[in-house]
């Protein structure tokens, strides 16, 4: 799986390249425990058991919150993109217009799911 690894050579990777990659790791296994967490308080029949996997499964979710806190203090476009669709209210696909005046179409100059798409250079800032 392409997550699993780096796509270029550690060598030539910047320390806060470095960083960056391991909090996004990490932020996926958070994410991938909650589901796991969910799924088997879900299907589960005992009511302790049950209660006992859902705590588990909010405390991954702070795990997670607490990761993605750190990339947004680290990556000011991340802060940007996150600002603006995080505890909105109403549509989330018309937070961007709210924001900047203009659908997501005309900011990217493309339409659909793709002008939405964040990519590497967007959370450097470039």
Same mark, same amino acid.
């Given at each position: 799986?392409? @997550?699993?690894? %780096?796509?270029?050579?550690?060598?030539?990777? #910047? /320390? #806060?390249? &470095?960083? $960056? @990659?391991? #909090?996004?790791?990490?932020?996926?296994?958070?994410?991938?425990?909650?589901?796991?967490?969910? *799924?088997?308080? !879900?299907?589960?029949? !005992?009511?302790?058991?049950?209660?006992?996997?859902?705590?588990?499964? @909010?405390?991954?979710?702070?795990?997670? $919150?607490?990761?993605?806190?750190?990339?947004?203090?680290?990556? /000011?476009? %991340?802060?940007?993109? %996150? =600002?603006?669709?995080?505890?909105? *209210?109403?549509?989330?696909? *018309?937070?961007?217009?709210?924001?900047?005046?203009?659908?997501?179409?005309?900011?990217? =100059?493309?339409?659909?799911?793709?002008? %939405?798409?964040?990519?590497?250079?967007? &959370?450097?800032? #470039?």
């Amino acid at each position: 799986m392409a @997550h699993e690894g %780096l796509h270029e050579s550690e060598e030539k990777l #910047a /320390p #806060a390249t &470095m960083d $960056a @990659h391991r #909090a996004i790791l990490s932020l996926m296994e958070e994410f991938e425990a909650v589901d796991w967490y969910h *799924q088997r308080a !879900d299907a589960c029949t !005992d009511a302790e058991l049950r209660a006992i996997l859902l705590h588990n499964m @909010h405390e991954e979710m702070e795990h997670a $919150a607490m990761i993605l806190e750190w990339l947004r203090r680290r990556t /000011p476009r %991340l802060d940007e993109i %996150l =600002g603006t669709y995080l505890f909105s *209210q109403g549509d989330i696909t *018309q937070a961007e217009k709210k924001a900047t005046g203009k659908d997501a179409g005309e900011v990217a =100059g493309k339409g659909g799911a793709e002008a %939405l798409r964040l990519t590497v250079g967007a &959370m450097k800032g #470039a």
